[in-house]
């Protein structure tokens, strides 16, 4: 079974910047795709950020150009650095991979979450 630990949320004021890290239980190389998702209070859980195996990188148009994915396989740990937070970016994060044994075959695995509140 694979598990997923986020850290690294925080309360921070608008304007300061968070680094979230998403401990796997198993080589990140493994995963054929990882990302961040995030869920404010009374809404959906919404895409942030992907990479993939081949370290393609994907972002939400919120996340473009504020946010940063990346990973370190050697440590088994993906990244999400935030910059330049906004009050709208208050949510809980989660972490995300899937793994795909063989064709057709898709195994989702998520993190527990972790707070990020951003005060005006």
């Known amino acids: 079974q694979v598990q997923l630990v986020e850290s690294g949320g925080d309360l921070v004021q608008a304007g300061g910047s968070l680094r979230l890290s998403c401990a796997a239980s198993r080589s990140t190389s493994s995963f054929n795709a990882m990302g961040w998702y995030r869920q404010a209070p009374g809404k959906q859980r919404e895409l942030v950020a992907t990479i993939s195996r081949g370290n393609t990188r994907d972002y939400a148009d919120s996340a473009k150009g504020r946010f940063t994915i990346f990973r370190d396989n050697a440590k088994n740990t993906m990244y999400l650095q935030m910059n330049s937070l906004k009050p709208e970016d208050t949510a809980v994060y989660y972490c995300?991979?899937?793994?795909?044994?063989?064709?057709?075959?898709?195994?989702?695995?998520w993190g527990q979450g972790t707070q990020v509140t951003v005060s005006s």
């Open positions: 995300y991979a899937n793994i795909i044994p063989r064709a057709g075959t898709i195994y989702d695995y």
